[in-house]
């Protein structure tokens, strides 16, 4: 799409103002300005000085809110930071108005380059995911191990409760949808969006859930709400389509990095099935698969998941990333080693149309 196409989008400094974004206790926010665009970047003082970064990458709709749970579990192993992708929680949309999977994960990269951060600990989940991959691929020098829960990697048949999401990336249909909800209270919309997403939502404490309803008021104010979420769904749709080099399973046969996979039984967005697929892509991988965890598990299972990562640094720094004895502590989930033979790595992703 060219960028006479691009709808009129107000300038960041033009916005209207909305409600604060929430910050947990032990959190900062900051704004990172860079060439078009500005990143608003969630971090934690670490336990102690000179633990290695780490960086938190949230999927579509999501926001850097969604490792709150996951980065206090970690404060004593990584310094961590997690950012708004642009159009998404506090942070404005990009200029150039590219929401493509490359387009975000250059914005990871050029955050990287000019904290100067790297090598990180880079986790992802579901767009975030494919985003996570694709830098890895593309800066193996900025990844020191990749964390994926529920990447949004290609799927051949996808489950029906995520074929909604998917017609998001049609021209007209956000518009559309916009217009046949607006009578929706947010408190409507959370519990949709909790449905889809949790393998059980009555896990979600009613604090929980009243932040996730503020949150969404939010959200709902800014103009470009729809349109982010629009085209970052024809993203994903496009990178699935993309095929040869720079299709992202066969970048996820280039990720360089020890890598950890987190799959939910209960997922509606993420195929379970393709959990074993992920594992044999990634060269180097352990698989955590948790049967009642939805699409979040690091929402759902933070204390699982922060217990699975520190396995991994133990496995890397003792072994290098070889294979390891993949137990994990009596909660009846399976976690799988793999290790891969290296080959070439592309340093620059595929260039990505984001269609109408």
Known sequence: MSSTELPSV?????????????VAE??????????GITLTVRSRR???????????????????????????????????????LPGFGDSPPPDD????????????IRHLDASGRGPVHLFGNSLGGAIATRVAAARPDLVRTLTLVSPALPEIRVQRSAVPTGLLAL????????????????????????????????????????????????????????????????????????GGQHGLW??????????????????????????????RAFRDSR?????DAGHVAMMEYPETVATAFRELLADTGKQGGAEGDGHDEGRGNDVRHENRDHRAVDHEPADENTGG
């Open 26 to 35: 032990g959190e900062r926010l900051r704004s990172v300005h860079l060439p």
């Open 10 to 22: 107000p300038p960041a400094n033009v916005l209207p103002k909305v409600a604060a974004v929430k």
């Open 287 to 291: 698989l955590l698969t948790l049967p």
């Open 250 to 279: 066969r970048q996820a046969e280039r990720v360089l990095a020890p890598t950890l996979l987190v799959y939910g039984g209960r997922d509606q967005l993420v195929g379970y099935r393709m959990a074993q697929r992920a594992a």
């Open 46 to 84: 670490p336990a102690r000085a000179g633990l290695p970064p780490a960086l938190y990458v949230h999927g579509l709709g999501g926001s850097s809110q969604n490792w709150s749970a996951l980065m206090p579990l970690l404060d004593d192993v990584v310094d961590s930071e997690a950012v708004d």
């Open 97 to 108: 108005g590219n929401y493509s999977v490359t387009g975000h994960a250059r914005a990871v």
């Open 171 to 242: 021209p007209g249909v956000a518009s559309l949808f916009t217009r046949m909800t607006r009578e929706w209270t947010a408190e409507q919309r959370v519990r949709g969006v909790m449905a889809l997403c949790y393998g059980d939502p009555g896990k979600v404490t009613p604090e929980g859930f009243r932040n996730a309803v503020e949150e969404m008021e939010r959200r709902l104010q800014l103009p470009y709400f729809w349109d982010a979420m629009a085209r970052s769904a024809r993203g994903i749709v496009n990178a699935y389509t993309v």
